[in-house]
């Protein structure tokens, strides 16, 4: 079992902005849910995996890339977790001479925050799970490539204007594509990248129609005994591609009054990863998947740190490709 890398997506933890003025609302893509070999498909066979995932921040960047004043002098800082069940099976079927999968993911969270704040009630609930019937993987002698194609269900919780919603009231749609580069014939060194482009839907009862955004996502690493141990540095890039629509009679007292948001979010986040095999008797059990982030060079939005943990069965997994 080499690597398990797909987007885990759906977790309740999307941030959105708390100065309306400078900023715009977030997509549905986890960034960082990918991250070394990112352009690979899994291995054939069923995985089940639980995850989770931690996001942490005490800053507010502006448009401009500095950071907001706090005038009242009260700590600020956001706490947010999330946990999830992701699915993934990959066949022996073949379309375009590429192996057919798919994936799912059904997330928890304790809030999901539309307009980034510092203030907000927490409270676990079931968030809008991701389900991706298509996802096709390519394997070359040193280079792989995957393309993909999944949807988000607004099941979670939401209110427009609450500040405890799970669920971001909106269906997304989003299109995969990524490449795996091997620099040795042993496949020891790589480097991968995965951008993932969201189509965003009207969120009901607000009046708002969610901008695109793409996400950029990837590493470069070594791995070790035959794939099992790898380690390297894993990267993100988040941008809002389109401007949101929000109409004059949105619910929403605290957005401007203009009908377009003009100013782009953006976020950049780097760090290490690591994966580990856990064998008994000679036997792959598991697999412990790790990976940290700092982000830097945000721009209307908050910048902290983002934590994700993954613990993989590989179920009827092979070996080969």
Known sequence: MKH??????????????????HAQIMGHHISGTCGLLSGSQNRKGFILAPLYTHYSADKFMDGDGNELPNPSGQKRDVSINGFGLFFCWVS??????ANYGLLANIPIGNVQVEFASFNF?????????YLQPVNLGWHLKQVDFIASYGVYFPIGRY?????????????????????????????????????YFEMNGKKQDSGINVGNTLTLEGGVGRSFYMGALVVGVVYYANWKMSNDKISLNSPFSNLPTEDLLKVKHRVYGMGPEVNLPVVIKGKLISLLKARYYWELGTRSTLEGQRLEFFIIFPFLATQGK
């Open 159 to 195: 209110k427009a204007g609450a500040k405890n919603n799970n669920g971001m009231g909106m269906w997304t749609h989003e299109f995969g594509a990524g490449t795996t580069l091997f620099f040795d014939a042993q496949k020891r060194w790589h480097f991968a990248t995965s951008g």
């Open 4 to 21: 398990f890398l797909f987007t885990v997506c759906g977790i309740a933890t999307i941030l959105g902005m708390t100065e309306p003025v």
């Open 92 to 97: 022996n079927y073949k379309i375009l001479g």
């Open 121 to 129: 009630e927490t409270g676990f609930g079931l968030a809008d799970s």
